[in-house]
């Protein structure tokens, strides 16, 4: 990766593993992050805090913004709803919170202008999850277009660009380059559901296992 | 207008002359509105209570979407700022609050996804205040693009329309729809001060003061 001359960036962290692995990426790039964590109404507070601490130890500026959605419509925000056992291919699960990450774009754009920071980094990934519509590589690009139309920044001249580097990559190949990068593994949360161990059965704790599984490494949490 | 089957809208509302004529030329165009409606932290909350007022006048469905935004980059979040008097040609005011329509445009989709609604009305106009890049045609033919490109509707076969009724017209020629209309001028609030009268000295009082006083028309908020 070539290195930047202004290296700020935003990193969109959930205390996932790929948003974790992109954190750590940008800073080993010699990037300077700002974190930006969402309390949206998710299901559990488990992941805002696993992105906090993973923000601290790093000793990184970070921002939790809060945002009222006073609907659903997902699995991921209604604890009325079941979370799914099974995804089919091509099949758009119920834990898809409808235009969720277009809004955190969004607000990763509003700080971008604020801050006058050029990068933000997205942990979206197209190959082993592609059932998601807006972490696709085509999504990506026309995001990208469509802030540099609709900001002060973008009809000055100055550009805002959207980097997501796991976006062509399995998940054992991203859990490759997490043990790489020295993540935290025992520090991330992907489970959907908030208990004290990850449920094992939600579709990212087994799209989670396979990544480990395929990359012949433990995952710190099942242990 | 064609009249279309699907009725449903999704109406953005501030509260302000531009975005009420909107919702009212919605109605008019036999549209059942959800009023949208942003409490984001902005300097005064008299353009909620307005905005409010107006989606109960017409006996519609409204939601008030909170936001906290930990940073501010805009005369109308700081308070700390002082609103500029007058803004020069070509120039972004200081009141541009960084991609803060882009954010709003991106909830509406959320809410249009959850309740299966096509259409997003949006009051934004190019032609009397251009300074704002997220006003412009152009940004708004970018901003369908990317959205029908990254939710579950859009690669659905679906489609997200967003409509901007004023883009076009001039402050005199919306002051004139909107007495045709019949939206109800003295609950609107245009002013970026939330005294008890408009300041009389803000460039969005200004550019009202000229767009009745072109229309010929008196506005009852300064009687």
């Known amino acids: 990766m070539q290195v930047m001359k202004d290296k700020?960036?935003?990193?969109?962290?959930?205390g996932g593993l790929d948003s974790t692995t992109t954190l750590y990426y940008a800073v080993k790039?010699?990037?300077k992050p700002i974190c930006l964590i969402f309390d949206y109404g998710q299901r559990h507070k488990k992941e805002i805090n696993s992105a906090i601490k993973i923000a601290n130890l790093l000793g990184l500026k970070y921002f939790v913004v809060?945002?009222?959605?006073p609907w659903k419509g997902s699995s991921l925000l209604d604890k009325k709803m079941r979370i799914p056992r099974y995804v089919?291919?091509?099949?758009?699960?119920?834990?898809?919170?409808p235009a969720r990450n277009i809004i955190f774009l969004s607000i990763a754009t509003s700080l971008a202008e604020v801050y006058k920071v050029q990068y933000i980094f997205y942990g979206a990934n197209q190959v082993d999850f592609?059932?998601?519509?807006?972490?696709?590589?085509?999504?990506?690009k026309s995001f990208e277009k469509m802030i540099n139309k609709g900001t002060k920044?973008?009809?000055?001249?100055?550009?805002v660009t959207v980097v997501a580097p796991l976006i062509n990559m399995t998940k054992s190949e991203i859990v490759k380059l997490a043990v790489k990068l020295g993540v935290p593994l025992e520090?991330?949360?992907s489970c959907y559901r908030g208990g004290r161990k990850p449920c094992g059965i939600c579709p990212t704790c087994k799209l989670r296992y396979k990544g480990?599984?395929?990359?012949?490494?433990n995952d710190p949490l099942l242990v």
Do not use: M
């Open 130 to 140: 592609s059932g998601y519509p807006d972490c696709r590589k085509e999504f990506i």
């Open 153 to 159: 920044v973008g009809v000055k001249g100055g550009k």
């Open 66 to 69: 809060k945002i009222s959605l």
């Open 88 to 97: 089919r291919k091509r099949q758009i699960p119920s834990t898809y919170v």
């Open 29 to 31: 790039n010699g990037y």
């Open 212 to 217: 480990f599984k395929e990359a012949g490494i």
């Open 187 to 189: 520090y991330t949360w």
């Open 8 to 14: 700020k960036c935003i990193v969109l962290l959930s």
